[in-house]
T-cell receptor, first 111, second 113 residues
Framework: DAKTTQPNSMESNEEEPVHLPCNHS???????IHWYRQLPSQGPEYVIH???SNVNNRMASLAIAEDRKSSTLILHRATLRDAAVYYC????????????FGAGTRLTVKP | DAGITQSPRHKVTETGTPVTLRCHQT?????MYWYRQDPGHGLRLIHY???????DKGEVSDGYSVSRSKTEDFLLTLESATSSQTSVYFC????????????FGDGTRLSIL
């Protein structure tokens, strides 16, 4: 199975940028990189996804390495509401969206 | 927010009893999924559906069955609940099977005593 590796936890200060790393050295050429987050007592929430090019949306930016073996989720200005567990997941083509969630990175945002 | 409703939100039951969890969507999405979340394991896929009456097994399907008689409803049944099935269960939906985000419900916390 294609796997991802993320740090267990990270801390950030409020209103500062946050860079959440993810390694996926066994990624295939057709695997999309998805990011989700999960706030306490809630279901996971889609954040962003991409294939090769960097992606931006209203929530975050996704920077994908040229060799695609790693990616970084960027929160441009962290708020207290961004404190959550962030999951980096590979969406494997023709795998019926069976995305394997790992332990993720627990982000703490300090005021 | 995607229109996904899970019911019940909380349930306590006894070992050996049947349990059915319901997921209802208002988005008319083709794909629906059931996950369980346990400490140390992240989310694991139980079953998924790719259309009415079309379902398939996920990573941890033993002890669970599903049914989808209408586009909007996906039921998860524990025929004879065991304590190892105590977990938080999440339903998700997506428009297609790849390159599409999944949208999750708020979960059902199930305790089996």
């Amino acid at each position: 199975d294609a796997k991802t590796t993320q740090p267990n936890s990270m801390e950030s200060n409020e209103e500062e940028p946050v860079h959440l790393p993810c390694n996926h050295s066994t990624i295939s050429g057709t695997d999309y990189i998805h990011w989700y987050r999960q706030l306490p007592s809630q279901g996971p929430e889609y954040v962003i996804h991409g294939l090769t090019s960097n992606v931006n949306n209203r929530m975050a930016s996704l920077a994908i390495a040229e060799d695609r073996k790693s990616s970084t989720l960027i929160l441009h200005r962290a708020t207290l509401r961004d404190a959550a567990v962030y999951y980096c997941i590979l969406d494997i083509l023709y795998n019926n969206n069976d995305m394997r969630f790992g332990a993720g990175t627990r982000l703490t945002v300090k005021p | 927010d995607a229109g996904i409703t899970q019911s019940p939100r909380h349930k306590v039951t006894e070992t050996g009893t049947p349990v059915t969890l319901r997921c209802h969507q208002t988005e008319n999405h083709r794909y629906m999924y059931w996950y369980r979340q346990d400490p140390g394991h992240g989310l694991r896929l139980i079953h998924y559906s790719y259309g009415v009456k079309d379902t398939d097994k996920g990573e941890v399907s033993d002890g669970y069955s599903v049914s989808r008689s209408k586009t909007e409803d996906f039921l998860l049944t524990l025929e004879s609940a065991t304590s190892s099935q105590t977990s938080v269960y999440f339903c998700a939906i997506s428009e297609s099977s790849s390159n599409q985000p999944q949208h999750f419900g708020d979960g059902t916390r199930l305790s089996i005593l």
